[in-house]
């Protein structure tokens, strides 16, 4: 198998063995017999390349002309086109007749395949496990979002923005989950949110935030406020003080709060919402 069709491949009696068996003890081989004169054939072909290619070779999709293979055919026991077949381990383990959309044969595949996040879960444990929860938010929250919100991914990126302080975020996480599925380990991560809360609100931040609503015109305390919410995991309330007063002076302190913004976003790592939204909101002022 050549570069260009190493997953998706042609199966004739010269193959067969190796590729519909042996292959089989390696990763999942998908067999799609088909035929020239079978248009649910035609339909269904397209959808299986398509889910091939975007899997990039989790599985191996093996074509199967019935007309011109009818020993492989027979064998396998195909009385209807199109069939698609399932091989693992050397054996069928799955499969369906007829033409099936797109959503169908994902569901029936994902039993047997690596998902397409395991990937970047795999980065974010090895992140967190070194103790760097904040490399972790990218794979998690990309993890996230593919996989529709799945519960064990939600638990995971919500951990992992409680550690690495950005309570706001992991506050809202949590809140996606469903009364039904909020469990022990649900339950554990927000007694935990509520414990960073408490512990966040360091006497330095309360002392600022009374100066400042007093004075809610200083810039200078705002900046000061702005620093120790961020130093204790505020990112957004650091963020929108830091714009606050650039949308008012945007010069302020020679530059050093712009420089302060600029730093704050992109501390918050590549793709994070947060810093696209104030990168928007920067540039809005700027341009």
Known sequence: MNAATDYIVDIDESNAAQLLIEES????VVVDFWADWCEPCKVLMPVLEKIAHDYQGAFLLAKVNADQQQMITQQFGVRSLPTVMVIQGGQPVDGFAGAQSEAQVR???QKYLPKPWDGLLQLAQEAMARGDFAAALTPLRQAWEESGHQHEITLAYAQALIEAMRLDEAEQVLGTV???DQDATWEQLTAQLKL???AAKSPEIEALEAQ???DPDNHDIRAQLAVAYSDAGYAKDALENLFSILRTDLNHADGATKKALLDAITSL???DPLAAEYQRKL???LY
């Open 269 to 271: 790592g590549k793709g």
């Open 107 to 109: 569901e029936l595949l």
């Open 25 to 28: 003890h390696q990763r999942p």
């Open 212 to 214: 400042l609503e007093q």
């Open 178 to 180: 469903r009364m039904a």
């Open 283 to 285: 540039y809005s002022l």
């Open 196 to 198: 960073k809360r408490e």
